[in-house]
């Protein structure tokens, strides 16, 4: 049973939640960036100047395999707009993250004497570090829509918020390293950390923004962050009747 | 070394090519040994799908959006919003092709008009004829298509059916069997058959275009199978797909979008880079089919058709009616 908990709490148990989400990002970029789609067919155009006019008329005929899929639905090509995909897929991830590291404190809270969960609770810098890495990747495939795009949408509520919780992140993410930890003090650092709890709503509210159909989105994000809003309040409950014990009680 | 060459899809239409020699074109792909399957296939599904679509649609070189190249095929057929089916635009594609009937197809014009009728599409195609016209395409969620439609304009079809004074707008009605597509039970909070509206001068404008192909070929189910509404200076959302009703109306109709978010989707919602969304910016517009990582590209005014639709709007505050 032992060996078990000491298992939990290694580095190796961690390790695949770390690397699946990057093994996934490998497969969707090996697939998606094929070089047809990079460079566009534009070289053949320019190899064979003369057929111009062949090669515009081509443009308009469709293979019988592109019609077949067509009409019967079976084409799987899932890359005509990738740059969404992956800033979807890299948000989604980094808000997992975020929802699985917030519900540890409180399972802690929950269930002090449970070893397992005294073990998954080492782990919550790695989680968070990793949620922060999702959200440096996800911010980064935003950018390269262009600085125009960044500057239009930085008075956009929803934009906005997505960027004041990657601020939080990047604050939290800097001071997490021991040397930090340890210049900041036990206490302060603590309370620094606490900033983390302003990212909760801001990241619903990013989440449930995110997309044309509102209603839909409210719902899933609300489900997504059903765990950890449940978990915090219980936590909260929790805290409050034992400190009332303390208060109470003659010792 | 790359050598930048002016591209064909840059050509002026003075420079595109004749149709006698697209024509020709035609001709020689049918001949060949490759082409033949193709062909054979096309066949098949013209017999099944629209059996009044003609084999070779005419190119009307007065509608080619010439400043960017067409978007593949399988990016145009593979990439859809048709929330009947789902949100997820990957997905429509397959759930459109499992047992949805979209033949026969009947469209039913009325309201303030001389004459209403209920119309077979295979005749209407028939009737029409069929041209085939590249338009650029904008959804509002910030991405764009180049896309060559079949089809006819929809003031060939107004002028059949003879409007009255009072008409003043334009309803369309989607299709709505639930039994046929998920979304209308799933997404519930939406109103329910998807309706679009058109003011009549919008609606008699030659742009807009009744589809009923694309890229010659019958307009497979994810694009709105079998005659949808293409317009093309206004977000894709309000180019309605797979029409069942048509009515002539004196009041601006309710449609699904604004009644879903009267802020957010205007009745107008004409493409407006000076107009951002609520949430985001519309200034510019990610071209499908290029690099994942390429810049966005600037959106132009009424997607381009300035020229053409700018008179429609004149004194009209764009930002209010949106």
Redesign the interface.
Same mark, same amino acid.
Request: zero cysteines; charged letters at 20%; hydrophobic letters at 35%.
């Given at each position: 049973m032992k060996g078990i908990y000491r298992f939990v709490g290694s580095r190796l148990f961690i390790l695949p939640l770390v690397i699946a989400p990057f093994a996934y990002l490998a497969i969707v970029l090996a697939t998606?960036?094929r070089p047809e789609?990079?460079s566009?067919e534009?070289d053949k155009?320019?190899e064979t100047?003369a057929d111009?006019?062949?090669?515009?008329?081509?443009?308009?005929?469709?293979?019988?395999k592109?019609?077949?899929?067509?009409?019967?639905?079976?084409?799987s090509?899932?890359?005509?707009?990738?740059?969404?995909r992956?800033t979807d897929d890299t948000g989604n991830i980094a808000i997992t993250l975020f929802v699985l590291v917030l519900c540890l404190t409180p399972l802690k809270v929950l269930f002090r004497r449970n070893k397992f969960i005294s073990a998954l609770n080492r782990h919550r810098r790695t989680v968070g570090l990793a949620c922060f890495f999702y959200a440096c990747l996800h911010l980064s495939?935003y950018l390269?829509?262009?600085i125009?795009?960044l500057l239009?949408?930085l008075t956009?509520?929803?934009?906005a918020a997505g960027l004041s919780a990657f601020a939080i992140l990047l604050v939290m993410a800097v001071t997490s390293n021991n040397w930090a930890q340890r210049k900041i003090g036990g206490r302060k650092w603590k309370k620094l950390h606490r900033i983390v709890y302003f990212a909760i709503p801001i990241l619903i509210y990013h989440r449930a923004?995110a997309?044309?159909?509102?209603?839909?989105t409210i719902r899933e994000t609300l489900i997504w962050f059903s765990p950890l809003i449940i978990l915090q309040t219980l936590r909260i409950v929790r805290q409050f009747q034992e400190r009332q014990k303390k208060a109470t009680s003659p010792t | 070394m790359?050598?930048k060459?002016k591209?064909?899809?840059l050509?002026p239409e003075t420079e595109?090519?004749p149709e006698s020699?697209?024509k020709e074109?035609?001709a020689f792909?049918k001949k060949s040994g490759l082409?033949t399957?193709?062909a054979a296939?096309?066949a098949k599904?013209v017999d099944g799908?629209t059996a009044g679509f003609p084999k070779k649609p005419n190119?009307n070189k007065k509608y080619i959006a010439t400043d960017r190249?067409?978007t593949p095929?399988?990016?145009v057929? =593979?990439?859809n919003n048709f929330?009947e089916f789902t949100?997820d635009?990957?997905a429509v594609?397959?759930?459109?092709?499992?047992g949805w009937k979209t033949e026969p197809w009947t469209l039913k014009i009325g309201g303030h008009v001389e004459k209403p009728m209920t119309l077979g599409v295979n005749d209407l195609c028939k009737e029409m004829g069929i041209e085939?016209r590249v338009y650029r395409f904008r959804c509002?969620?910030a991405?764009s298509m180049i896309i060559?439609w079949d089809g006819f304009p929809l003031n060939k079809l107004i002028k059949k059916v003879q409007p009255t004074a009072k008409a003043k707008y334009v309803k369309f009605t989607t299709f709505m069997d639930e039994k046929a597509a998920p979304g209308f039970k799933g997404?519930d909070?939406y109103d329910w058959p998807y309706t679009e509206g058109l003011r009549i001068d919008e609606a008699n404008h030659d742009l807009t275009f009744l589809a009923v192909g694309i890229? =010659?070929?019958p307009i497979?189910?994810?694009n709105g199978a079998p005659i949808r509404l293409v317009v093309p200076w206004k977000y894709g959302f309000k180019s309605i797909k797979s029409i069942v009703r048509i009515d002539f109306t004196e009041k601006q109709p309710k449609t699904l979008w604004n009644s879903?978010?009267p802020d957010e989707y205007g009745f107008y919602s004409n493409v407006n880079p000076a107009v951002?969304h609520?949430?985001?910016?519309q200034?510019?517009e990610?071209v499908?089919?290029?690099?994942?990582?390429?810049?966005?590209v600037p959106t132009l005014m009424f997607n381009g058709y300035g020229e053409q639709v700018a008179g429609l709007y004149k004194g009209m505050d764009l930002k209010k009616f949106f």
């Open positions: 998606g960036l789609t990079m566009v534009s155009v320019q100047p111009k006019e062949e090669f515009d008329l081509s443009q308009f005929t469709v293979s019988e592109e019609l077949q899929e067509a009409t019967a639905g079976t084409g090509e899932k890359v005509a707009n990738l740059h969404e992956l495939i390269t829509n262009g125009n795009t239009d949408e956009r509520l929803y934009i923004w997309g044309k159909v509102s209603e839909e | 790359l050598i060459t591209l064909p899809w050509l595109a090519t020699a697209y074109r035609r792909i082409a399957a193709a296939l096309s599904v799908a190119l190249k067409p095929y399988k990016y057929t =593979g990439y929330y949100t635009k990957y594609r397959h759930l459109a092709n499992q085939m509002v969620e991405w060559p997404y909070y890229y =010659g070929q497979p189910n994810q879903a978010g951002p609520p949430r985001w910016s200034a510019r990610r499908i089919g290029e690099s994942a990582f390429a810049e966005r």
